[in-house]
């Protein structure tokens, strides 16, 4: 599923099921910069003119010594860049949700990080029928929650209603679940899923569905608004401690979890919006894992002795792209010329060389760029104002007033470009944006909201165009972003409300495809049209830059979400900086 997000298999603390749906996430997103060598090759996907890029001295993954024995103690202060509004998994649409409560919370079933594998969790077996219709689950019996109340398979039956109740805020998630027909408890701790089609992800959304706790929701208060959102109670190796608005959100090791126990003490997620800031309080040791820097912070910030000598450098890849959101309800773009218009007109190479110092590259469209479901034979539009103006052109957006600037019926065209604060890179592209547009005759206003208040005037339509970046699944399904069904669904991820038939029957025959390749066919052809159609200016898929304290071990990474297993993570007894409490 994607979130604005990314796709759903949350993030575990230990292994992940795949994401029940697709991610939002805050386009703060900085490219790697690179080391220029012109006399060698470009390599794949790198744009014209960049050069091979040189990690040095950053790496891909950093081992734990050979023969050092994890050790456990010890807190990870973890930046994040926006506040989530709600930590209630069922109707949270945004990524930073999705990562603590990764720590927190479980499913019935996990997925190998590395194998893809499904495995146990919740539930210590699982049976599927047939037909593919019928999916059982065997509970443990030694699972409860934080507050020492067991877990039964109630909890699951009450969790599927939710999700499927009008009146609750999870249109996203829901998407998956419109052909499950229902979930019975058949005793305590036997649960059956039973799906009216065969749906490929039927098994990853019964194993994956998000679980609450019955006896904490179930107390008459509004679900959307309950104080669960605030002070969540799950399954898992940690627990919720406290959260302080605007500065941090704590989590701590759960001292009863029925599992093996992870080696960190605490979780500090550290709210600091501002890049600048957050980089300069890593600097001085008051965070130890930065996920993600701007090109500038990677390419002149990081790279002196002192910095290099208790810090390490990460580059990987992370399944998501970003993108502009034209919202398709009004005009003018309604009109599929103008939208092309639009992306003729920014020069997205120009912008991965100058803000993103060449990492990464342009993209056409919306699969994860690593997977056989991205079409590598769809170029990208090319940087073609004149093309442009021929476009605007025929839409009937000429200068007829001759001051200057397009206009039709007496209309300006004029339309405000809103990014979510925290955002550099998001402003950085919203200025240069500004200045093609005036080259064509199109003004263009920008507007900065803070992150909660700019999720809601996405999720209410009230937008010309936005940015944002969505993360992937491995093996998409289309649903939740480009059917039709969820245009006219407020709160729904097709904010930009696209509708196209063809696209609506490749999702359908993508749902019930059990075979990879007829699926990998299928997701090319909506690639196709989405290329053509433009409801997004497909922007980049980048490397994933982050800086982490040295004295952290055993960092992996993986090329599908969560791209870490925390669970492994360690700090030896002589490096650990906070104590147990």
Not at 309 to 337: C, E, M, S, T, V
Not at 414 to 435: H, N, P
Not at 441 to 459: K, N, P, T
């Amino acid at each position: 599923m994607s979130r604005r997000y990314l796709h759903k298999p949350f993030w575990n603390a230990g292994d992940a099921l795949a994401r029940p749906f697709l991610l939002l996430l805050l386009l703060a997103i900085g490219f790697l910069s690179c080391t220029r060598r012109p006399e060698s090759p470009a390599p794949a996907g790198a744009e014209p003119g960049c050069g091979q890029v040189d990690f040095r001295p950053a790496v891909n993954s950093l081992p734990a010594p050979a023969g050092e024995k994890p050790e456990d103690g010890d807190w990870l202060i973890y930046r994040f860049e926006a506040e989530p509004a709600t930590l209630n998994p069922l109707i949270a649409t945004d990524n930073y949700e999705q990562i603590i409560n990764g720590f927190m919370q479980e499913t019935l079933l996990d997925q190998d990080i590395g194998t893809q594998e499904f495995k146990p969790k919740l539930a210590e077996r699982w049976e599927v029928s047939e037909d593919k219709l019928t999916f059982t689950f065997w509970l443990r019996h030694d699972v409860k929650w934080h507050d020492r109340v067991p877990l039964t398979a109630k909890d699951v039956v009450y969790s599927f209603q939710r999700i499927l109740d009008p009146k609750v805020d999870a249109a996203p998630l829901r998407t998956y679940y419109t052909d499950c027909e229902s979930v019975t408890a058949l005793d305590d701790y036997t649960v059956q899923f039973r799906w009216k089609k065969p749906y490929f992800k039927a098994l990853e959304f019964s194993g994956g569905m998000y679980i609450v706790p019955k006896h904490i929701l179930d107390n008459g208060a509004d679900f959307n608004s309950h104080p669960f959102g605030r002070r969540p109670i799950f399954t898992g190796p940690y627990r919720f401690k406290e959260w302080k608005t605007g500065q941090e959100i704590v989590i701590e090791r759960n001292p009863d979890y029925w599992g093996t126990q992870p080696h960190l003490d605490r979780i500090v997620f550290k709210i600091i919006i501002d890049d600048t800031v957050a980089l300069q309080v890593f600097k001085q040791g008051g965070i130890d894992f930065l996920e993600r820097l701007t090109a500038v912070q990677w390419n002149e910030q990081t790279n002196s002795p002192s910095f290099l000598a208790h810090a390490h450098k990460l580059y990987y890849d992370y399944p998501y792209f970003n993108y502009i959101g034209w919202n398709l309800r009004q005009p003018p773009f309604d009109d599929r010329r103008v939208r092309l218009a639009m992306t003729l007109a920014l020069n997205r190479e120009a912008i991965l060389k100058t803000v993103h110092s060449c990492m990464g590259s342009v993209i056409s469209g919306n699969s994860y760029v690593k997977t056989p479901y991205y079409d590598q034979t769809i170029k990208p539009w090319p940087y073609d104002p004149e093309r442009a103006k021929q476009l605007l052109d025929e839409a009937g957006w000429g200068d007829h007033d001759r001051d200057g600037w397009r206009d039709r019926d007496g209309k300006p065209f004029r339309f405000e470009f809103l990014y979510s604060s925290g955002s550099s890179t998001a402003e950085m592209i919203a200025t240069i944006f500004k200045e093609d547009l005036k080259k064509i005759g199109v003004d263009m206003s920008i507007r900065q909201l803070e992150w909660a208040v700019f999720l809601e005037q996405i999720q209410n339509w009230d937008f010309d165009a936005c940015t944002l970046a969505w993360a992937l699944d491995a093996n998409p399904d289309f649903y939740q972003l480009w059917d039709s069904s969820q245009a006219d669904i407020k709160g729904s991820s097709n904010h930009v409300g696209f509708k196209h038939a063809e696209v609506d029957k490749l999702i359908e025959l993508n749902r019930r495809e059990f075979d990879k390749q007829k699926r990998i066919e299928y997701a090319r052809q909506v690639h196709r049209i989405l290329h053509q159609e433009q409801p997004y200016t497909f922007l980049f898929a980048p490397k994933w830059l982050s800086v982490m304290d040295k004295r952290f071990h055993n960092v992996l990474t993986y090329p599908l979400r969560p791209c870490f297993k925390f669970e492994d993570w360690y700090v030896p007894k002589e490096l650990q900086k906070y104590p147990a409490r």
